[in-house]
């Protein structure tokens, strides 16, 4: 076991355990925000960096700071080790400019992407971003394109996280789509269009951080905030069967994989799931979903665990049962 400090507060993890992950552990505003790293996903992280931290005692053993900003993570945990996170100005400032670098090339699309409210590099440039862009070069514009039936690839607004690429390594049967080229002109693409089609390509959509690739069945009918997400699950011989249902009234409008507070799937769903199984009638609803309260799609909606209050009599909206229309809580 190794003790290590983030931003002052101590907690023992094992051996081997990244930075990143024991922040997790202890939780709160202290946790670095990450856009490529996937638990589930093997090598995944590194690129991205806006998870770096400032390490500023290595260990016991041998107490000098490291250098510069590291990845956390990247960077496994020693005895002894203290991080600082939001704690250091420098190191805010210095993720600030990744942020920055992120940004780029990335389009004004929030009004019109449909990523927007459940997106992390919208809720990072809310948090570090500029009012204006200091870049006077023409940005990178791709064509929009479909890399399958029911995938919608908006190249324009990729960060190169490479989490699509090693869903389709590690997940689904083939991979068929990567990284082309090298340096500022590098892409994720496919040589034909139209060509992925597997059982659990549709677990791409779920793992990208912004509206790179978008579920067509989904395109443009709804913000995320006005559907009422919730759990449900089938028996599926394919897959867990777990997953989100986002609810207008009785209709379906997308199916996703359930996430947790860091937004990462824990049990992949296959594409019948995802894509065919678009009535209430095929679920057995378990609840409302558990919402992270930072969110916006958590407004209006409550779950039994972590309501937000208890509805009062005059309150408007007497808080309902998201699909039964039954009260949740008595007055």
Request: proline share 5%; charged share 25%; glycine share 6%.
């Amino acid at each position: 076991m190794a003790k290590v400090t983030i931003d002052g507060k101590s907690i023992e993890v094992p051996d081997g355990t990244t930075i990143l992950n024991a922040a997790r552990l202890i939780g709160g505003e202290i946790v670095p925000p990450a856009m490529c790293y996937y638990t589930s996903l093997k090598t995944s992280g590194g690129y991205c960096r806006t998870c770096i931290v400032k390490v500023t005692k290595g260990s016991e053993k041998d107490p000098r700071p490291m250098p510069k900003p590291v990845a956390s993570c990247r960077t496994t945990v020693m005895d002894g080790m203290e991080v600082q996170n939001i704690t250091s100005p420098d190191l805010m400032e210095a993720r600030a400019g990744v942020v920055e670098f992120l940004l780029i090339n990335h389009p004004l699309d929030c009004p019109i992407c449909d990523q927007a409210g459940e997106c992390h590099l919208q809720d990072l440039a809310y948090e570090h971003g500029l009012a204006k862009t200091r870049y006077e070069f023409s940005r990178r514009t791709f064509e929009k394109i479909d890399i399958g039936s029911k995938i919608k690839l908006h190249m324009t607004r990729c960060i190169l996280c490479y989490r699509c690429v090693k869903v389709a390594d590690q997940i689904t049967d083939k991979r068929v789509h990567g990284v082309m080229n090298r340096g500022d002109v590098s892409e994720i693409s496919t040589y034909i269009q139209n060509v992925v089609d597997n059982d659990f390509s549709g677990n791409m959509i779920d793992v990208c951080p912004v509206g790179a690739l978008t579920d067509r069945t989904f395109r443009f009918k709804s913000r995320v905030w006005f559907a009422n997400p919730v759990d449900a699950h089938r028996d599926c011989p394919k897959c867990a069967g777990k997953v989100t249902l986002w609810l207008k009234g009785e209709e379906v409008y997308r199916v996703t994989g359930r996430k947790d507070k860091y937004g990462e799937v824990k049990d992949w769903i296959c594409n019948d799931c995802r894509f065919e199984k678009k009535a209430t009638s095929d679920w057995k609803i378990d609840g409302p979903a558990n919402l992270d309260r930072h969110s916006v799609i958590s407004q209006n909606h409550y779950t039994l665990e972590e309501p937000a209050h208890k509805p009062l009599l005059n309150d408007v909206n007497v808080v309902q049962n998201l699909v039964g229309g039954k009260e949740m809580y008595n007055s």
